[in-house]
């Protein structure tokens, strides 16, 4: 593959803007970035039909002043025909995350997690659950016990009072530890003003540089995650941390409740209920992991 100016490798990576999306993408990116000289160049995109028009010409006017890629990166359904479009204005592999709203056989990798069940193929690679930006930091042992709230989704129907009842369950069995609570963009302002009121509860800003979570994880002996937040889930988990789920109530059971499940039954994090220090979880690190692939299968650096 033809590389840019100063010998680096041209990234393109497409964001829809979504946080989730982003620390998809930009886990693979950042696992690029620490095996080999990469470019990145950053597309907002919203507008998939204007992606549709610029596919059909066969121009992409929002790259015409970027240097040709040689890799195009993109989580969520918006950025899809971005990627085709411009795959096929400037040139490059379209590398998709998650499973892609068009058939699969249009990009050129598709990392999928294996809750979606993926059908096999040679431009499929399936993921233990979604990418991070997290890395495993096992060295240095944190000193309080942390705890990571989703909220409301399509797939699991949220209750404060069923929640706070947990944590108090978990407060009250573990009270030698520093607890700390962090909330997500989808956790009602109801809940965080209930969780205000806790004696020998630190509620966490949510921060503004978008590494709540990573800065959370860092000093955390343990982290009970509400079970609706898969992607808090994996990162816990990619970071190393011993890992317990607070229950949700689940409207039904679907591939992201089942993926939860398996996590359960392969003994990575413990049940809700289970207020013990849970079991160190296996090394998982799957953002480096499709680097690797990458890296041996197209731009052949050793």
């Known amino acids: 593959m033809q590389r840019s100016v100063g010998d680096a490798y041209v990234l393109w990576r497409f964001s829809d803007g979504k946080p989730g999306h982003d620390a998809q993408s930009l886990g693979l990116v950042q696992s690029l970035q620490a095996r080999c000289e990469i470019e990145v160049h950053e597309l907002n995109v919203s507008n998939r039909f204007a992606a549709l028009r610029a596919w059909l010409t066969g121009r992409y006017p929002a790259g015409c002043a970027l240097p040709r890629p040689n890799l195009l990166v993109g989580a969520g359904h918006a950025t899809h025909w971005h990627?085709?479009?411009?795959?096929?204005?400037?040139?490059?592999?379209?590398?998709v995350l998650m499973q892609p709203s068009l058939p699969n056989a249009?990009?050129?990798?598709?990392?999928?997690?294996?809750?979606?069940?993926?059908?096999?193929?040679?431009?499929?690679?399936?993921?233990?659950?979604?990418?991070?930006?997290?890395r495993a930091c096992r060295e240095a042992v944190g000193d309080y016990g942390l705890?990571?709230?989703g909220g409301p989704s399509p797939h699991y129907r949220w209750n404060d009072n069923e929640v706070l009842t947990q944590i108090d369950a978990l407060l009250s069995a573990r009270p030698q530890r520093d607890w700390r609570v962090l909330c997500s963009r989808r956790t009602p302002g109801s809940c965080l003003a209930l969780l205000n009121k806790y004696e020998g509860l630190t509620v966490l800003p949510p921060g503004t540089s978008g590494n709540a979570v990573a800065e959370a994880l860092t000093g955390a002996a343990e982290v009970r995650v509400s079970e609706d937040s898969v992607s808090m889930i994996y990162e816990s988990?990619?970071?190393?941390?011993?890992?317990?789920?607070?229950?949700?109530?689940r409207r039904t059971g679907n591939r992201v409740t089942a993926g939860v499940d398996t996590l359960v039954a392969r003994g990575w994090v413990a049940l809700p209920g289970d207020w013990r220090t849970p079991a160190v979880p296996p090394s998982l690190n799957e953002a480096g992991r499709c680097a690797d692939w990458i890296m041996e299968q197209w731009l052949n650096v050793n």
């Open 83 to 95: 990627l085709l479009a411009a795959r096929r204005a400037a040139g490059g592999r379209a590398i």
């Open 106 to 134: 249009l990009f050129d990798l598709c990392l999928i997690p294996e809750h979606d069940s993926p059908r096999p193929a040679t431009n499929v690679l399936v993921t233990t659950g979604v990418l991070n930006t997290q």
């Open 147 to 149: 705890i990571l709230l």
């Open 237 to 249: 988990l990619t970071h190393g941390v011993p890992t317990g789920l607070l229950a949700v109530k």
